[in-house]
């Protein structure tokens, strides 16, 4: 990981933790279903613009390291996996 | 929200609070970003799932409900809204 | 289905069928992959929208009349399903 | 786009224009709403198939010849753009 970006994911999380706080208090609360699901939503949109964060990192730092060692398969099976499991 | 799911929620909700301070420290750590990825998708996955039998439990007693008393166009509106909002 | 729909559901349609005729073109061609997969995109946001017109349709129409033929298991059922599959 | 992958693509395509075309059927014949929007998901399954595919040919011949040229950050920005894309 691309240790100058940590700082920013670590915030990243820390705000999406306490978004998850927030609705498990809506859920003590009783609010109404539909308001509680539009937040777990926005969680996910979060959660989104994380892991594109960490992916840019990733291709701009590990990949071509990779592919310069001659690890190309590797390299390849993990960004095909992960394209994959996004779609999901 | 029917009052017999909440506490089932919470303990989802606490699960995924749990797996997202996982995530904090993988991040910390310098974790792969690769693996750390993985997780949020494992995260989106649990959030799916709450959100799941969210939605089971408004369409079984809130929905029915609101058609009984002719609010038709606040559940079907609704309804629509967050189904649009899935697919985001 | 709600009949005064159809045709704009055909047209939706036949466009997604017109733009897929395209993308099999752009294949033929040895356009850029990343150029195609971006089409590709696209349908599947057409997709989203024709899907979207019709479940409003479905919860305009078929839904409450549904629930006033106390069909309510079968028309929750289905809004369920409908609800998970659309995030896989 | 590898040449060699071409007719694979093709042929997936073709099938996904004929699923299309039957859908169009279904509407024309008013089937229930629910079916057809089961049908739709099934043609979004089987573009992100075409597309997994093609991002991995991509992957295993356009991304490391572009890095061996220095075209690092063409790649990398197009591989972001479709990641972030692929979760809309």
Redesign the interface.
């Known amino acids: 990981?691309a240790?100058n970006d940590?700082e920013g994911?670590?915030a990243r999380?820390?705000s999406?933790?306490g978004h998850?706080?927030g609705?498990?208090k809506m859920?003590?609360d009783?609010?109404?279903?539909?308001d509680?699901?539009?937040q777990?939503?926005a969680?996910?949109?979060a959660?989104?613009k994380?892991?594109?964060e960490?992916?840019?990192?990733?291709?701009?730092t590990?990949?071509?390291t990779g592919?310069?060692q001659g690890k190309?398969d590797k390299?390849?099976e993990?960004?095909?996996d992960?394209?994959?499991?996004?779609?999901?």
């Open positions: 990981m240790v940590r994911l670590d999380l820390a999406i933790e998850i706080k609705i498990r859920v003590q009783d609010t109404y279903c539909v509680v699901i539009k777990t939503f969680v996910e949109r959660l989104q994380f892991e594109s960490l992916l840019r990192g990733h291709l701009s590990c990949v071509p592919f310069k190309n390299m390849i993990e960004l095909s992960l394209f994959t499991l996004a779609r999901k």
